[in-house]
C-alpha cells in the first residue's frame, strides 16, 4: 500500500504531487519545506490511527464525573438520580476502556434504554434541586459576580450549574454521533498540527501571501486550513481507524540533551473554567513528535519474540556503535559492549542519532506497518556512519516499515542509491523526490532519469553549490 499527496500552500511549497512509498526520500536545499511534509504527514497519520470519537467520548465522561465532585454530598445523596447518573458513566467508562471495546458495546438498546431513565429521573429532580437552591438566594446575589463565593449556597448553585452544562455536553457527543466524531477529528487534529510544529496558530504554517492550505492522501482525507480554521473530508461514518502499526520520528539528538525534569514538566496543564476544561497550551519548543518518541523509548513492552529483520537490525548497530542506549530512569546512558556505562552527556551527537534509533528498535516498538520519519539523518554523521544507517534503513523499508527521510546530504542520497540498486529496487519501492526554492518539485525528463537515474539527478542539485565554489576559484573569486 502506498500514499499519494497531493500539496498546495505548506510552509514554502507551492504545488507538489508526493508518493509514499517502502522508502520515500525528501531531497533539497534548507527552507524549501521538507520537514513540513514530514511534521504535517505525522500529525495526520498520528489523528487517524486513533479512535478520536472513543478518546472524545472519555474526555466528556472525565469532564461530567469531574464536575460531579464539585457537587455538594448532601446532594448527591438527597438525589438519587444524580447516584445514578455517576454509576451510568462509571460503567460506561470501563467500557471504552476495555482492549476488547466495539461500538456495538456502547450503541445497542440496553445502554440507550438505560441512559434515557436515569435522563428522566435526573429530568424530574435537577428542577426541584434548582428551585430549592434558588429559594435561597435573591436574584441579585445569583446575578452579582462580585458576591457569587460568599455563600454556601451560592456555591452549590454554581457546581450544579457547571454539573448540568457538562452533562448536557455528553449527552449531545452520544446522541449526535456522525457530527461529534467530525469534530474530534478536527479539535485532535487542530491540536496535533500546533504541538508538533510549535505554533499557535494554523494560519502560520500557510505560504506567505495565501489565504488556503490544502493537504490531500488519496482515497483517505482532504484537509484545509483557511485562516485559522481547519476543515476535514473524511468518511467518518464508517469509523474507519488507519491501521498503522507505530508512528516514530527522529529528528535532532539536541532534544536528548535536555534535562529528564525539564522534559517531564512539558504536560499539559489544564485549567478549570465554568463552561469547560480548556488545555492551557504552552508552547515549549519541544516538538510533540518528540515527546511520543521520548514516551515510547521510556515505555515498558511486553518482551515478546521481536521480528527477525528488526532484531539484525538493531544487532547491527550496536555492532557498530560498540554498545547500546539504555533507558534506565527515565534518562538515557550508553552501556559500551564491554559493560562501561557513560553519560549521554558525553557522547556525541552522532552516536545519539544512531543509538536512540538502535534503542527504538531494540524494543517491541517498530514492525511491519510502522511509519519512521526521519529529519536530515545525516547530522553528525561521519559519511561512513551515513552509509551504516542507509542500510538499516533501506532493509526496514524491505521488511513492510515505511521510512521517510528528508536530506540535503549527496553522501546520504548516495547510500540509499547504491544499496537500492544492489537489491534491484525499483520506483515502486523507492520515491525519491527534490524540492525547489520556488516551491515546486523538480520534474526531471524521463529520458534523463533512464539513462542517468534520478538519484545521480537528484544529487547534481545537490552538489551544485560545489561546482560554483569550483567556478568562483577558477575565475578569481579566492585569489588574495
Known amino acids: ?39 504535517f504527514l505525522y500529525s495526520v497519520l498520528n489523528v487517524l490511527m486513533r479512535d478520536t470519537y472513543r478518546v472524545y467520548l472519555n474526555d466528556n465522561i472525565e469532564q461530567v464525573l469531574s464536575a460531579f465532585k464539585g457537587l455538594d454530598s448532601t446532594l448527591r445523596e438527597k438525589y438519587p438520580s444524580l447516584k445514578k447518573i455517576k454509576l451510568f458513566l462509571d460503567d460506561l467508562q470501563n467500557i471504552l476502556n ?15 434504554n438505560n441512559l434515557e431513565i436515569v435522563l428522566n429521573d435526573y429530568n424530574e ?87 488556503k492550505l490544502l493537504f490531500k492522501i488519496k482515497n483517505m482525507i482532504e484537509i484545509e486550513i483557511v485562516e485559522n480554521e481547519i476543515k476535514i473530508n ?24 535536555l534535562s529528564k525534569d525539564l522534559l517531564n514538566n512539558t504536560e499539559r496543564l489544564k485549567v478549570f473554567y465554568l463552561s469547560s476544561m480548556i ?31 528488526v ?7 550496536q555492532n557498530y556503535l560498540n554498545g547500546k542506549f539504555k533507558t534506565d530512569s527515565h534518562d538515557l546512558s550508553f552501556e559500551t559492549n564491554t559493560g562501561q556505562t557513560i553519560n549521554k552527556n558525553l557522547i556525541s551527537f552522532g552516536m545519539t542519532n544512531l543509538g536512540v534509533i538502535q534503542a527504538v ?42 521510512v521517510v527521510i528528508t536530506t540535503h546530504s549527496s553522501d546520504m542520497l548516495k547510500a540509499l542509491d547504491v544499496i537500492s540498486q544492489e537489491r534491484n529496487h525499483d520506483e515502486s519501492f523507492v520515491s525519491a523526490n527534490y524540492f525547489e526554492k520556488n516551491g515546486q518539485l523538480t520534474q526531471f525528463d524521463d529520458y534523463d532519469v533512464q539513462t542517468i537515474g534520478k538519484f545521480n539527478l537528484i544529487s547534481k542539485k545537490l552538489l551544485e553549490p560545489y561546482a560554483m565554489m569550483t567556478f568562483a576559484k577558477k575565475g578569481g573569486f579566492f585569489d588574495d
Open 125 to 211: 429532580e435537577v428542577k426541584e434541586i434548582t428551585d430549592e437552591l434558588q429559594s435561597s438566594l435573591s436574584d441579585n446575589e445569583v446575578k452579582n459576580p462580585k458576591q457569587i463565593r460568599q455563600s454556601h449556597k451560592q456555591n452549590e448553585f454554581i457546581n450544579l450549574w457547571i454539573f448540568r452544562s457538562f452533562l448536557e455536553d455528553f449527552i449531545s457527543v452520544i446522541s449526535d454521533v456522525e457530527y461529534h466524531q467530525e469534530k474530534a477529528c478536527k479539535i485532535y487534529l487542530s491540536d496535533e498540527i500546533k504541538s508538533n510544529f510549535q505554533i499557535s496558530k494554523l494560519n502560520q504554517i500557510i505560504k506567505n501571501g495565501e489565504k
Open 98 to 112: 476495555d482492549e476488547q471495546f466495539s461500538y456495538r458495546s456502547i450503541f445497542n438498546n440496553d445502554i440507550i
Open 311 to 317: 532484531e539484525q537490525c538493531a544487532n547491527d548497530l
Open 234 to 257: 473524511h468518511d467518518v461514518k464508517k469509523n474507519n481507524i488507519l491501521n498503522i502499526d507505530r508512528l516514530v520520528f527522529f529528528e535532532s539528538p539536541t532534544y536528548w540533551r
Open 1 to 39: 500500500m502506498n500514499f499519494e499527496l497531493y500539496i498546495e500552500n505548506l510552509g514554502a511549497i507551492d504545488k507538489a504531487q508526493i508518493t509514499i512509498n517502502p522508502l520515500t526520500i525528501l531531497a533539497g536545499e534548507n527552507g524549501t519545506g521538507k520537514s513540513f511534509v514530514t511534521k
Open 279 to 309: 488545555n492551557d497550551e504552552r508552547l515549549t519548543g519541544i516538538p510533540k513528535h518528540f515527546l511520543d518518541l521520548r514516551e515510547l523509548v521510556f515505555a515498558d513492552f511486553k518482551h515478546g519474540e521481536r521480528p527477525k529483520f
Open 361 to 402: 528498535l531494540n524494543k517491541n516498538i517498530i514492525n511491519k506497518g510502522s511509519f519512521i520519519f526521519i529529519d536530515e539523518p545525516e547530522s553528525n554523521l561521519h559519511p561512513e556512519w551515513q552509509a551504516v544507517l542507509a542500510d538499516i534503513l533501506v532493509k526496514l523499508a524491505e521488511n513492510g516499515v515505511f
